[in-house]
């Protein structure tokens, strides 16, 4: 029985925390919050220096040919450091898919380049104000082009590919598009977490690559969120552990009505649920991770429990942060309202909290283990 | 990560699974009533008790000598798991192996502990733990029956409520007040008593189940050997913690109904001409609690997995009272809620059954042990780190202590 990660993992993680730490991640978010750019260019270079983008790139393609499980610990440091860069569209999302569904050309063009930062991908789906469906894709492929508009697409300003979910004839696929060929207009979209962009992106006659088969798009797209669900999670718990250590660490230090607030009940069962709901995502992230490590038929809903638990986790942790906090929770000089932003950013990306409850129950009819 | 037995402990699996498959019956594959229900439960439980003392499963993680194995914590957990599995008899020794046992093994002389540890695991004797009074229940400390010294005994006067087991126990554990007179904490001294001794009274007390597992427990003049007392004089409160602690383990997750009933419920129940399970307000209740059991399972694996590896396993297992019983509670209710306005009604289908049985004890369970209020204040305090209430009884003499009853 060993539900836990290794040693070598956990020196991994203790290095990117000593690394975040030093870089003054936390700072940096502020400062990309505060600014137009939607990025820290700088922090995600050394990130692409230290080879976190190709950890899971195998060593024939330049990468570090490690498991999902190294992936886990860093996302978890990345959450809690509130990294302002491209890490989830381009790793857990572009990367797992050109890994999972591309062909050997292809790789071989685009992994060494992911490694070397000279790439950066992300994933383009929603295209209207609603959630995503098989029905609803209405930007098409045919005879090698596609044509239509993305909208909501994360870090398209730094990323130079992006799978696009696209309608054909017999279904969906998954199309190889380099956004900087001719066709293509990237304009930003405001968003309330400006520390992460979003973009919407028109596709006008524009070449692009058959990535997976031509019709079952949709079902390459539900695995690669399964398994990016996963590592959301892990940087989930991190930015709810960071979010839950600065409740505490004011709930001793501020005094009302002659006593530290933290020996109030109200505050202390407040930040007790934050603990339980952060332990109950923490164990249900360490099966998801197994789950995904392993390749495993458990992965869809331990993905989804993951997933569910880890968003609740962080949307109490962070809101409950700022209510600790008071008047201050709510100045933009504190750092409440930046992870209050991000969890609510993570929570979305790869779809909200009641979709993912309803895959969750989804997979429990399919598995019919019950 | 893996979820593999190491060698030996597969082989130790192994050896606890062909023994319970030789003494006992595999719990049916669809859960329903225990076969030991309807019969004398106390004969039962003593019989397979005994037969696990004498094949050594008894209190396997106990010395040699008081009739364990020596075993390790993570064998303990295998056994654990593998009887689990089996239909057998529980809720008689649970109180007395998880709470008296360690305290007796901490505190007892070397005779006492030959003499009435191995009558404990075999199962002849059963124990009580004898602690809440009528005003004193998560503010435990703050009891008030009185020990008088005379000589080389005690004299206890005094009401003991709440004590599971207390009208069919031979022995009790027993924290009572020897010095008003000093702060509440340090006038408390612990003994463990015989319960057939003169001026002890077991009155039942009938709960909102209908059942009666729990009793009022009366001193009158009962009088204790000074040899009985464990711990110091003025020792009681920390001794009684230690107890305290084994019971959060003891106590753990509350058995009833899970997600897997309220699913299986959900797929058949009609509602309005279709299943229930395509309610979305009712898909969303499933997922959270899958989520939660699910959440608890694995922070059980993780425990595991450190003592597996022999390290101490972190605070993770403080949640798991506070979750299970509030979920249990809720999927009783769903259930309930389900059959609309016939949910009142009692039935002899063992799902209805299970719902009911499950709305009507939760309560108890979100009580019992430690309450939800007081759990909370135990991870804020012991896991998080946040300081005390300030309070009004420190400092003070135990007799100057507000009690709202002068």
Not at chain 2, 108 to 128: F, H, N, T, V
Request: glycine share 8%; hydrophobic share 35%; proline share 3%.
């Amino acid at each position: 029985m060993n539900l836990d990660f290794s040693d070598d993992q956990k020196f991994l993680q203790e290095e990117a925390k000593k690394f975040l730490e030093k870089e003054q991640s936390v700072n940096r978010n502020r400062s990309v919050l505060e600014h137009d750019e939607n990025i820290d260019i700088d922090l995600w270079n050394k990130i692409v220096g230290l080879g976190w983008t190709g950890i899971r790139i195998p060593e024939e393609y330049d990468g570090l040919g490690l498991g999902h499980l190294e992936l886990c610990v860093i996302a978890e440091e990345l959450g809690r450091y509130l990294a302002p860069v491209p890490f989830s569209s381009s790793v857990y999302l572009f990367t797992e898919a050109i890994i999972n569904y591309a062909d050997d050309s292809i790789k071989k063009e685009m992994l060494p380049k992911l490694v070397s930062g000279e790439i950066v991908g992300t994933l383009a789906v929603a295209e209207e104000l609603k959630a995503p469906s098989a029905e609803n894709i209405n930007l098409t492929f045919s005879e090698g082009k596609i044509n239509g508009t993305k909208i909501a697409v994360p870090d398209a300003e730094i990323a130079t590919h992006a799978i696009v979910v696209a309608k054909t004839d017999s279904g969906a696929s998954l199309q190889l598009v380099d956004l900087s060929a001719n066709g293509v207009n990237i304009e930003k979209q405001e968003n309330i977490d400006e520390s992460r962009g979003y973009f919407s992106i028109t596709f006008k006659d524009v070449e692009s690559k058959l990535i997976g088969d031509n019709s079952t798009g949709w079902e390459l797209y539900e695995y690669i969120i399964n398994q990016a669900a996963v590592l959301f999670g892990y940087e989930q718990i991190g930015g709810s552990q960071a979010a839950l250590d600065m409740a505490i660490s004011y709930a001793k230090e501020r005094y009302a009505f002659g006593r530290q607030i933290g020996s109030f009940q109200a505050i202390k069962h407040k930040l007790a649920d934050m603990y339980i709901a952060l332990t109950l995502a923490k164990s249900n992230c360490y099966y998801a991770a197994w789950a995904l490590s392993t390749n495993s038929s458990d992965l869809p809903s331990a993905s989804a429990t993951a997933r569910v638990s880890a968003t609740k986790a962080y949307q109490l942790c962070s809101k409950e942060n700022i209510q600790t906090h008071g008047g201050n929770g709510f100045t933009w000089e504190y750092d409440c309202h930046m992870y209050y932003r991000r969890s609510k950013l993570l929570s979305l990306n790869i779809g909200s909290l009641s979709n993912w409850r309803e895959k969750l129950v989804t997979s429990l009819e399919q598995s019919n283990i019950n | 990560m893996d979820f593999k037995d190491t060698p030996e402990q597969a082989k130790f699996r192994k050896t606890c699974r062909e023994w319970l498959e030789n003494n006992a019956a595999l719990k049916d594959a669809s859960p329903s009533e225990s076969t030991f229900a309807n019969k004398d439960i106390i004969k039962e439980a003593k019989a397979w008790q005994k037969k696990k003392y004498d094949a050594g499963w008894a209190m396997l993680h106990w010395p040699k000598e008081y009739g364990g194995i020596g075993a390790s914590p993570i064998e303990r957990i295998i056994w654990g798991n593998e009887e689990s599995k089996f239909d057998v008899p529980k809720g008689i020794f649970e109180i007395g192996l998880g709470m008296c046992g360690p305290v007796m093994m901490q505190y007892a002389s070397d005779e006492q502990k030959e003499r009435y540890l191995p009558p404990m695991a075999e199962g002849k004797e059963i124990w009580c733990q004898l602690f809440s009074e009528p005003s004193a229940g998560s503010d435990v400390a703050g009891l008030r029956s009185k020990a008088v010294q005379d000589g080389d005994k005690w004299i206890i006067n005094g009401q003991k409520v709440w004590t599971s087991g207390a009208h069919f126990s031979d022995f009790g554990i027993l924290v009572v007040r020897h010095d008003p007179n000093l702060e509440k904490h340090k006038g408390l001294t612990f003994f463990f008593v015989d319960m057939k001794s003169p001026g002890i009274e077991v009155k039942p007390i009938k709960q909102i189940t209908g059942g009666s597992s729990f009793n009022e427990v009366y001193f009158t003049d009962v009088e204790i050997p000074d040899s009985q007392r464990l711990g110091e004089i003025g020792d009681g409160w920390k001794v009684a913690i230690t107890t305290l602690m084994n019971e959060r383990l003891a106590v753990g997750d509350a058995d009833g109904c899970d997600v897997e009933d309220a699913f299986k419920w959900a797929k058949t129940q009609d509602s309005l001409g279709e299943p229930l399970l395509n309610n979305k307000a009712v898909r969303e209740s499933i997922a959270d609690w899958y989520c939660e059991a699910n959440g608890l399972k694995n922070t059980k694996l993780r425990t595991m997995s450190a003592l597996s590896k022999g390290d101490t396993p972190g605070p993770e297992a403080s949640i798991t009272k506070i979750v299970s019983a509030g979920k249990l509670q809720d999927i009783g209710n769903f259930g309930i809620d389900s059959m609309d306005m016939t949910g009142m009604l009692k039935s002899d289908n063992s799902d209805i059954k299970r719902f009911q049985n499950a709305w009507l004890g939760a309560p108890g369970l979100r009580i019992a042990g430690g309450t939800d209020e007081i759990l909370r204040n135990i991870i804020a305090e012991r896991v998080l780190g946040l300081p005390q209430d300030p309070r009004a009884d420190k400092g003070v003499a135990y007799k100057d202590i507000p009690s709202g009853n002068s």
